[in-house]
């Protein structure tokens, strides 16, 4: 697939790291430096209901908070509302998720934007689809997209592992890694100050950015930033 978009895709360590609020902080200072930024989510499960409509509580969170012009519905290809594994979620629904619809939103999306945030489900291994004994995951997808990955962790207790084994996970599929995000970082613990060093030294990685709770914008240039979908 060739498209002149520009693309980064967000993935985890695990699933409830941060993706979806440091996606939003990122589509957000992408489009205050002036860039036109889009978000796209393929699957997403753990939607809500309000009323008799599916509403895509991550998509929605992004769209706020980076000002997009968009219905949240139309960020993404698939919308579930029980919070399970993708693959799961659609077998109960007796739905197939087909990668090809996954890449024409995607390049329906690039029609509008210079550059896309794509954010998966879970974590890099997550599995999309199972059919007759054949898994197809997050990190498939990502392949098949031919976009490289952006890692959010948690800054604290556990981080240097789950870093560790996320990062040679995708070496071994051959996907190009931008850099890491730590979230929920405290930069007056010592503990996590470590987590930072340790992460870099040990995986030869930069973390291009730290994000403390509840924060509001991202602390990076506008160099930095736009790098990151390069």
Known sequence: MTNKTKSLFITATGTDIGKTYVSGLIVKKMRDCGFNCGYFKPVLSGAYKCGEKLIPGDCEFVVKTANLVI????????????????????????????????????????????????????????????????????????????????????GGLGTINSVLTTVEYIKNRNIEIKGIILNNFDRNNFMHQDNLKMVEDMTEIKVVATVQKEEKELNVSKTDIERLFE
């Open 71 to 154: 219905n949240p519905m139309d960020c993404l290809s698939y919308c579930f509302e029980e919070a399970v594994s993708p693959h799961l979620a659609s077998e109960r629904k007796g739905i197939i998720i087909e990668t090809d619809k996954i890449i024409k939103k995607y390049e329906s999306l690039s029609e509008q934007y210079d550059y896309i945030l794509t954010e998966g489900a879970g974590g890099i291994t997550c599995p999309i689809r199972v059919n007759n004994g054949k898994y197809y995951l997050m990190s498939d997808l990502i392949k098949d997209l031919n976009q490289k990955v952006l890692i959010i962790a948690d």
